[in-house]
């Protein structure tokens, strides 16, 4: 098949080697917090590696254009971080690995990993944009949604997709991005990055009040040049499929339409997952791929199609991998299925009527907001 009319699929197994410190779940090791038997901080690599090797095994990687990327160049890496944060981060990779803040640990070689994971976004992006592939996957890891040009956050050392849009905007590949954000998380450093601009248009929908603290309300819109281009859409713990479904239907489709983009990416966390250590939202794997298969109709009638997704969070080892082929199979129009083994589960304890009718009042809200805002 021309790869040109396949979906990209982009890793590298080098990315799943970057390790994290000393730390049982999200808890520093020390006083009373025992060492875990296995692993240590949630982002670990059995998530990811598992998502790539049931693409294997199900044979949907052999209908995908597998590449992988060289690591992001300095240039590329100092549109978005200043210098001086850059190389102290490749300073303690260097020498046995440490911590810049945020509780954001890496081991000796972690910058080059880093480097990698946005390179592996950059390069799919690029290869959106030029027409080689009709959309791609990116797996990234490191994630990179929470990073801020001189701070890391929540296991995100580098920005990967800002990177990757600003090196799209440096070679006149494209001069309008949306972003959208459906990890359980605010996308708090992509909507940093971008906040006073208006080429690019951040879309987070995340659960209300999880993580970072006191970041991603309604009425941070962005500001100067940016009013506007950025959306908080708080969704409440237990928002469920048909809640998630509502949010896009009456507000990140109609911003799209609005904003008409030359591209969309998506971060792509698996962590507002039904039974996600971290999050309390009760999507499944159909959820996600709704969601896939709304964004591919909205790019398709607005940018001939470019799309982009990027890995993000997502730490239930068992079921990542069922959401993401789910995602990837709609991705690439696939008839390969991995079902659910969740789905029986998730769908007997999705939210009740009162609560669902309740939630998609409070998003009609939001969106009457936005409407009266001109979006």
């Known amino acids: 098949m021309n790869s040109a009319m396949q979906t990209g699929f982009w890793w590298d197994e080098k990315c799943f080697w970057h390790s994290g410190g000393s730390y049982a779940f999200i808890a520093p090791v020390g006083g009373l917090v025992q060492p875990l038997a296995a692993g240590g901080l949630p982002e670990n690599p059995e998530t990811k590696r598992r998502l790539k090797n049931l693409l294997s095994v199900t044979g949907l990687i052999d209908e995908l254009s597998v590449s992988s990327a060289p690591v992001a160049s300095e240039e590329e890496l100092r549109r978005v971080h200043p210098a001086a944060y850059l190389e102290a981060f490749k300073r303690l990779s260097d020498d046995k690995g440490g911590e810049l803040g945020e509780r954001t640990p890496f081991g000796p070689g972690g910058y080059d990993m880093a480097a990698l994971s946005a390179g592996l976004a950059t390069g799919a992006l690029r290869s959106v944009l030029s027409g080689r592939q009709r959309n791609a996957y990116a797996l990234s890891r490191p994630p990179g949604h929470h990073c801020l040009p001189d701070k890391p956050m929540g296991f995100c050392l580098l920005a990967n997709i800002a990177i990757a849009v600003e090196a799209a ?206 979006f």
């Open 169 to 374: 905007f440096a070679e006149k590949r494209a001069e309008r991005i949306a972003v959208i954000d459906w990890d359980v998380h605010h996308g708090n450093g992509t909507e940093a990055i971008f906040y006073d601009r208006a080429d690019v248009l951040t879309i987070s929908l995340h659960q209300e009040n999880c993580y970072p603290r006191d970041s991603g309300r309604v009425a941070d819109r962005g500001e100067g040049k940016g009013e506007g281009c950025n959306i908080n859409i708080p969704m409440l713990p237990g928002t469920g499929h048909l809640g998630y479904l509502h949010a896009f239907q009456r507000i990140v489709l109609p911003a799209l339409e609005r904003y008409r983009p030359d591209a969309i990416v998506v971060a792509c966390g698996f962590d507002a997952s039904g039974v996600d250590p971290l999050s309390r939202m009760l999507a499944s794997a159909q959820t996600f791929a709704d969601m896939t298969r709304m964004t591919m109709e909205a790019a398709d009638a607005l940018c001939g199609g470019r799309l982009l997704l990027v890995h993000e969070g997502g730490y239930s080892e068992a079921h990542v991998p069922f959401c993401g082929h789910a995602v990837i199979a709609t991705l690439s129009g696939s008839a390969i299925i991995a079902p659910d083994p969740l789905a029986v589960r998730l769908d007997f304890q999705q939210p009740n009527p009162d609560f669902t009718a309740y939630q998609i009042a409070t998003i009609d809200r939001m969106a009457e907001g936005f409407y009266r805002h001109g």
